[in-house]
């Protein structure tokens, strides 16, 4: 068991988003499978891998077991995925910078109208933004009828005091303490939001 150590202290840090900003902006080892395999990644967007996502996370349950994290990130069904990722990272932050605003102490990140956003980790926001405690990230959900809110504290930037999962079940959605999610119509969206940042700021 004291080979899978070092995998377990990554899980950890990963479900915690316990990440130092050089492990966001420069993913490597155990935190590049975690990107990989993050749905939020976008990775799984993409249909023309080899192997299929569902698939993949199946094998990698064997891989995990056998390999090192060396040789699974080498697993050309991996390293497919990891080329991907690494070919889309700067266009991804340029994307992020491109669709966000700063209010604040908040940076919110719309991307109701440009949609096509690139493959990339879900914490790039924080570095780019120093200056922030907090994010939200505004998209279009089903079918345009209605518009998706999600807040969460910047976990490089960690003085955010607000209850976000409290806040947002005002809105009919909830979390907890330090991130949340909450839908609502298209033709609220902007009024909500605005409540939201103002709230948190």
Not at 44 to 53: A, C, I, L, V
Not at 63 to 85: C, F, G, P, Q
Not at 97 to 123: A, H, L, Q, Y
Not at 166 to 178: A, D, E, I, T, V
Request: charged residues 25%.
């Amino acid at each position: 068991l004291q080979k899978f150590d070092e995998m377990m202290k990554y899980v950890d840090k990963l479900d915690s988003a316990d990440l130092v900003e050089d492990e966001i902006l420069n993913p490597a080892g155990w935190v590049m499978l975690g990107f990989i395999c993050d749905p939020r990644t976008g990775l799984g967007y993409h249909q023309d891998f080899t192997t299929s996502n569902l698939q993949l996370m199946q094998n990698l349950v064997q891989y995990i077991r056998t390999m090192s994290i060396d040789d699974i990130l080498a697993n050309s069904d991996v390293k497919e995925r990891v080329d991907m990722y690494l070919e889309n990272d700067a266009r991804c932050r340029e994307f992020i910078k491109e669709n966000s605003r700063v209010d604040g102490p908040v940076v919110i990140t719309d991307t109701r109208v440009n949609t096509d956003m690139p493959p990339g980790n879900r914490f790039l926001v924080y570095p780019l933004f120093p200056e922030t405690n907090i994010s939200i990230r505004v998209l279009n959900v089903k079918g345009g009828e209605a518009v998706s809110i999600s807040v969460g504290h910047s976990i490089t930037n960690r003085t955010s005091e607000v209850d976000v999962g409290s806040l947002l079940l005002g809105y009919g959605g909830g979390g907890h303490k330090k991130v949340g999610t909450c839908q609502v119509p298209a033709a609220e969206a902007d009024k909500v939001l605005g409540e939201i940042v103002d709230v948190l700021k």
